[in-house]
């Protein structure tokens, strides 16, 4: 974990830090190097003749007020790709709240890195942030406590939610998540674990979750983590899709579209990594997240394009594609909690559910769909206050025809191929009673962080959900 502190003024400074402000900063000491640095337009970087600072970085001005293509952010990666120093001083006088949190987050995220898993061997010795000081302004203080616990603990969630991600297939199967997430939860006390295995989840009637996994030699499990931060209210429903590894079943994918597809559990990962920062943040209020895993498998007992399996609510499902399996558990896992909570406040899943909403959006906006207006407004708010944006698509009755079957209720996917991620979120919708809010939010885009043609967890979108959370709390 990454340590913090609030500083006035630069002499109170961690000797041999590295040095972030803007050039027009007035926090800034007048000295030689500063001033021609100051005439720099655009990234000043110095490591000589820093003293007492081991680096000094200034970054253009409108960088700190660009709320909009985390051009701060840009800026920053690659001078944390080998850091120089343990400790960071953060000149924040002067920033847009939303590029605030933004940076504070991507900071307490450099706790984790890829070799943390020890499947790689590196030097000891290597550099990595311990240490944030964030240098304000005196009437600054109060307001950016309270945003730098917040901060913090989203970065924990992420972190936990990241690193989970990040494990390799082979390991991080549907139990394994289960023991991690017990082990995690165990540390908060307003956490408790509740798991069906593969003989309940086939008693309790969850058909499409039974009909992915059941080709795996790892069997399925549904995950509820039930936080209690208050005795009595309704409850807020989270619902993860945890695909721990992607085949596409009998509809296979090919090579290149595999490599990536251990990370098809993100979606859980994400809630595993909410219901930790929100139990840290003690939270007044009572939350369910749900993480439905399983593997998408070839064998001997795989599902079959043509199957018609029977979700936990009654409605059957025609599996016309086995590698649209992620809204099938997902499906399932969306109407056990609307059954276990029928007063519920909200139901919002999360899902690397369609490349085509990458397609869409790109990788910056999370599609969200959902037939609600407040709770539409609500996470759209909650986006743009994050910089952990969604962007909403659309979901009406005019995408019936997509999820229509001659043998079942409802077909998996639309055999005219057409507008598939609001496709997914239609059969979605026929999960959730009409009585309970619910919300959609296709991740594919923005659950991972590509770079250099690599890709790793982003641990997006929980600053999105704590966000809409603590605005619920306000408001």
């Known amino acids: 974990m990454i340590s913090c502190e609030l500083i006035t003024t630069l002499a109170k400074a961690k000797p041999h830090s590295h040095l972030l402000a803007y050039p027009s900063s007035a926090l800034l000491p007048d000295t030689a190097l500063i001033n021609e640095m100051r005439e720099q337009k655009n990234v000043a970087d110095a490591r000589f003749g820093c003293a007492p600072f081991s680096r000094i970085t200034l970054l253009p001005d409108a960088l700190w007020h660009d709320a909009l293509t985390d051009g701060l952010l840009a ?8 850091p120089v120093s343990e400790n960071v001083v953060l000149d924040v006088s002067n920033i847009h709240d939303t590029v605030l949190v933004q940076v504070l987050r991507f900071l307490f995220n450099q706790a984790h890195r890829l070799s943390d898993l020890k499947l790689k061997k590196t030097a000891d010795t290597d550099l990595r942030i311990r240490h944030v000081t964030v240098l304000c302004l005196p009437e600054q203080q109060e307001h950016l406590s309270k945003i730098i616990e917040q901060q913090r603990a989203i970065a924990n969630g992420m972190i936990a939610a990241r690193r989970l991600a990040d494990t390799p297939s082979d390991r991080c199967t549907p139990q394994y998540v289960v023991d991690e997430a017990q082990t995690l939860c165990a540390a908060f006390p307003a956490l408790r674990c509740e798991v069906l295995d593969e003989k309940q989840i086939v008693e309790q009637g969850l058909g499409l979750l039974h009909a992915v996994g059941k080709g795996a030699t790892c069997p399925p499990r549904l995950l509820a983590i039930h936080y209690d931060g208050i005795a ?9 899709k945890g695909i721990t590894f992607d085949t596409g079943g009998l509809w296979l994918k090919e090579g290149a579209g595999m490599y990536t597809m251990k990370y098809d559990m993100c979606g859980a990962a994400n809630v595993l990594g909410l219901m930790l920062t929100v139990a840290e943040l003690n939270l007044p209020l009572r939350i369910m997240g749900v993480l439905a895993l399983a593997e998408n498998a070839i064998g001997p007992d795989a599902m079959q394009p043509g199957t018609v399996a029977r979700a ?10 086995t590698d649209a399996e992620g809204r099938l558990v997902l499906a399932d896992a969306i109407a056990w909690a609307s ?3 029928p007063q519920a406040q909200y139901i919002i899943d999360m899902a690397t559910l369609t490349g085509a909403v990458v397609k869409a959006l790109g990788y910056e906006l999370s599609g969200l769909m959902t037939q609600n207006e407040p709770l539409r407004q609500a996470l759209s708010l909650a986006g743009k206050t994050s910089g ?3 962007w909403s698509l659309p979901l009406d009755a005019r995408l019936k025809k997509q999820t229509e079957s001659t043998i079942a209720d409802l077909c998996n996917t639309p055999t005219n191929n057409a507008a598939i991620s609001a496709s997914a979120a239609w059969l979605l919708h026929h999960f959730c009673p009409p009585t309970i809010p619910w919300a959609h939010l296709d991740i594919s885009g923005t659950a991972l962080w590509r770079e250099g043609g690599r890709s790793v967890a982003s641990g997006r979108p929980i600053p999105l959900l704590v966000e809409h959370l603590l605005a619920d709390i306000e408001s």
Do not use: K, M
Not at 75 to 82: I, M, V, Y
């Open 75 to 82: 800026a920053l990666r690659p001078l944390f790709a080998a």
């Open 232 to 240: 009595e209210g309704s409850v807020r429903c989270y619902v993860g």
């Open 312 to 321: 936990c609510n009654g409605l059957t499902v025609e599996i016309n594609n």
């Open 339 to 341: 059954e276990r909570y």
């Open 388 to 390: 952990d944006d969604v």
